[in-house]
Structure formats: structure tokens, C-alpha cells
């Protein structure tokens, strides 16, 4: 990374926080790259094995649940030993000295484990699971012996468990989404980290800031956003955030 470059976006970054009572993070898979949870779309990220590609597709769920938990109990453990890092410490941190809502697409509740107040999950939640058949909802935890077995949990209904988290093809949590909408309606200044921002309809969020608001992007690559943006800062969240331990 340029130092000059990292000065000046640095300078300009807390300049917009500092102006602001009220920031919205919307973060994706990329933020957690560093506490060792892959994303979907960088290099050696979950698309990089042509077996992941459907498995949260929720029609390629119902066909075969027996896929996706094949998946599943070799992926907990990865979700189970992350650890928040400096970005979502920072993040964090950033609530103590002005409103912060946190809208996020991931689902390794890292945000809420470093200590964000407020966190919008608009592709819902590991933590609990409903049955397919007769809606029964339970705490994922209680399904794990057989999970992580790789095997298919059941209700004693007979019907299978999913974990209620937003699989591509189903509607989005109705409370996060629409909370998600508010806050960033409101916030003076939006930041997009670590999101590729092609996956719908979430991607639509940034579109509904205020006029007048800032938006900043701090991604390792491009997005559709960046010509859009009042300040784009290419490079690793943790290493950006890390750097900056000291924001405003
Ligand atoms: P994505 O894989 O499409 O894009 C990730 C983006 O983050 C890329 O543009 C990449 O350049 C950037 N990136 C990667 N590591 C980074 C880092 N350390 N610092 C800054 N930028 C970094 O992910 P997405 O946009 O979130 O959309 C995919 C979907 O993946 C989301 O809906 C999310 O629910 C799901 N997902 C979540 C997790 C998780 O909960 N941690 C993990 C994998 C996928």
C-alpha cells in the first residue's frame, strides 16, 4: 500500500467521522477474511471449489439437505474458532463516541462478539434453526451432535431442519431489512467494508442513503459503487482499520 495515499485516506476517513453523529457500517464476507473465514468471490474464497457453488441455494437445499450439511460440518468449525479482528473491534470502538449501526450480510456474528450494539443481519443467523415442515424453530447449538456428523438434523416431525439464514432464492428477514433501510436513510456517512456488493437484493442498501451523505468504500477490490463513492480505500479491512486503531 501507498503510505502517502493511506495518510491522506486516513485523514479524509476521520474527517467524515468526526463531522458525523451517525455512522452505518455495512460490511460483507470480506471483513471476516482475516479472522479466517473465507468469502465467497476472492481468490481461494468458498466459489473457488465448484462443489460449493449451489449450497446455499435454497432450491438445491430442499432437493438434497444432505449436500449442504456436508458443507455445513466441515464449515462450523472454521465459524467456530473466528475471532473478531481489528475491523470489527474498531467498528466497535467507533459506537462510544457516536450512534453506529452495523448492517450486515455476514453470519459469523463476529460484529455482535466484538461488542456492535446494533447489528442489522439482513441474511439472517446461524444461531437457530426451523423445521421445514411444521416451522418448530430451536437453537442450532442443539442440533450439532448430529451436524457435525455431517448427517441431516430432524424434527420429530419427521421434517428437516435449516439453519435461518438466507440461502439465495429466499426472502430476507423483514425487521433487518427494513431496519437496515432506516439507519441508512439517516446515517450521515455510510461506510462499505469488505462487500463485492453484487448479491441481491442486499446490494440495493447503499441506494437508499441520504442525499448529502457520505459513502466510503474500503474493499480489496473494485465495486459497482466506487464511482459513487466520496472515498475509496483499497486494501485489507484489518490491516485499514488496524492501522487507524485510534479513529475518532
Ligand atoms: P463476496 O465474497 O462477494 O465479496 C467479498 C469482497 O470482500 C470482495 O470484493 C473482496 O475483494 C473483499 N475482501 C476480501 N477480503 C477482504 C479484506 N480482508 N479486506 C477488505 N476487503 C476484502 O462477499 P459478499 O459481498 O459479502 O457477498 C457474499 C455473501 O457471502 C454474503 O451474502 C454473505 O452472507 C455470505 N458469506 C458470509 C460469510 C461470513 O459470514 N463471514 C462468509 C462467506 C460468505
Known amino acids: ?21 451517525n455512522a452505518v457500517f455495512m460490511t460483507g464476507a470480506g471483513i471476516s477474511t482475516e479472522s479466517g473465514i473465507p468469502d465467497f468471490r476472492s481468490p481461494g474464497g468458498l466459489y473457488s471449489d465448484p462443489a460449493n457453488v449451489n449450497v446455499f441455494d435454497i432450491d438445491s437445499f430442499l432437493a438434497d439437505p444432505s449436500i449442504f450439511y456436508r458443507f455445513w460440518a466441515r464449515f462450523l468449525p472454521v465459524l467456530e474458532q473466528a475471532r473478531p479482528n481489528p475491523a470489527h473491534r474498531a467498528i466497535a470502538r467507533l459506537q462510544d463516541s457516536r450512534k453506529v449501526t452495523v448492517v450486515t450480510q455476514n453470519i459469523d456474528d463476529l460484529h455482535q462478539r466484538a461488542g456492535s450494539r446494533t447489528v442489522w443481519s439482513v441474511h439472517g443467523t446461524v444461531a437457530t434453526s426451523r423445521c421445514l415442515k411444521c416451522g418448530a424453530r430451536t437453537e442450532t447449538a442443539e442440533l450439532l451432535p448430529v451436524i457435525r456428523l455431517g448427517e441431516v438434523p430432524r424434527h420429530s416431525c419427521g421434517g428437516v431442519f435449516k439453519p435461518e439464514v438466507t440461502f ?36 440495493q442498501l447503499p441506494a437508499f442513503r441520504k442525499p448529502g451523505g457520505r459513502l466510503v468504500i474500503v474493499n480489496r477490490d473494485p465495486t459497482p459503487f466506487d464511482s459513487e463513492a466520496d472515498l475509496v480505500i483499497r486494501g485489507s479491512a484489518g490491516e485499514v482499520f488496524g492501522d487507524w486503531g485510534n479513529l475518532p
Open 168 to 203: 439465495f432464492g429466499e426472502g430476507l428477514p423483514e425487521l433487518d431489512w427494513t431496519n437496515s433501510q432506516t439507519a441508512i436513510q439517516e446515517a450521515g456517512l455510510l461506510c462499505l467494508v469488505g462487500t463485492s456488493l453484487t448479491v441481491f437484493p442486499a446490494a
Open 1 to 21: 500500500m501507498n503510505a502517502d495515499l493511506d495518510q491522506s485516506a486516513a485523514a479524509a476517513f476521520r474527517g467524515y467521522l468526526e463531522e458525523t453523529g
